[in-house]
């Protein structure tokens, strides 16, 4: 849900193309609580684990090429962590990475469930970070990872993402950016085309990025783009190297 004008989590079910995998998590799921023994306590409640099918089936992927990219990295920071689903499976995958989700607060509730259910050592407590705000975590990373943020955040905002990123990594450091973005001013498909007029119908200010204005972000604030991975469903993974 697009909650109080805020950027947060759509409604999978209401999205155009919601099946070719855009990104959106769902709503909470109900649960059977167990007790503390594994016995059934035999209420059902709320819980405040937020799912997303998309994270289920692109994190495969995202986790080929991020295997190669942070073979050789320590700290991550992850931003606009959502359910807080792939710092979960990735920082499973990935042991030898620690894994810092952040999100706006509002977020955190999920992560925090993720990452409690999951037992894992690697995935610290999400940190508050909004990428406008001008705080930003004061941690040493050589890793970034940001999955369907970009779409999400005014352009304002992504200035501020890079501006962020410029000022926190580490020379050396990459930076994995997943989801859809446009080339020479055009969409790479129809569903991307309709994707982002729902963007804007639900916030005028998101919208489907251009490579090229992300690439001239990435070069002011100090890095080489490595990569441009083709991924499903027309989603790319953009890689850099801080310099
Ligand atoms: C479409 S969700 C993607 C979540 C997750 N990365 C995924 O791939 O499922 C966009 C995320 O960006 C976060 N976000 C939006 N604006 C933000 C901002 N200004 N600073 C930090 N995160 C922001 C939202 O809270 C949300 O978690």
Not at 28 to 56: F, I, N, W
């Amino acid at each position: 849900m697009l909650q109080g004008g805020r950027p947060g989590f759509l409604p999978i079910e209401r999205t155009p193309d919601s099946r070719e995998n855009h990104n959106i998590p769902t709503s909470g799921k109900d649960v059977l609580l167990t007790s503390p023994g594994g016995r059934k306590a035999g209420v059902h409640q709320q819980t405040m684990k937020q799912y997303s099918q998309a994270c289920e089936e692109n994190r495969e992927p995202i986790l080929t090429v991020i295997r190669q990219v942070f073979a050789n990295t320590h700290n991550v920071l992850e931003i606009g962590s959502g359910t807080g689903q792939h710092a979960v499976y990735f920082a499973r995958q990935l042991p030898h990475l620690t894994w810092q989700p952040t999100d706006l607060a509002e977020n955190h509730a999920s992560i925090q469930a993720w990452r409690e259910e999951s037992g894992l050592e690697n995935v610290l407590p999400p940190i508050d970070l909004d990428v406008t705000a001008g705080t930003w975590p004061t941690g040493i990373y050589d890793g970034l990872f940001s999955a369907n943020t970009t779409h999400i955040m005014s352009l304002e905002a992504v200035q501020s993402l890079f501006s962020g990123m410029g000022n926190l990594l580490q020379t050396g450091a990459h930076c994995c950016l997943y989801g859809p973005f446009n080339y020479d001013g055009a969409f790479t498909s129809d569903s991307n085309e309709r994707f982002d007029s729902w963007l804007k119908q639900r916030d005028p200010a998101s919208g489907i990025r251009d490579f090229e204005v992300i690439a001239e972000l990435a070069d002011a604030n100090g890095f080489i783009l490595q990569d441009d991975n083709d991924m499903p469903v027309n989603n790319r993974l953009l890689v850099w190297q801080k310099v």
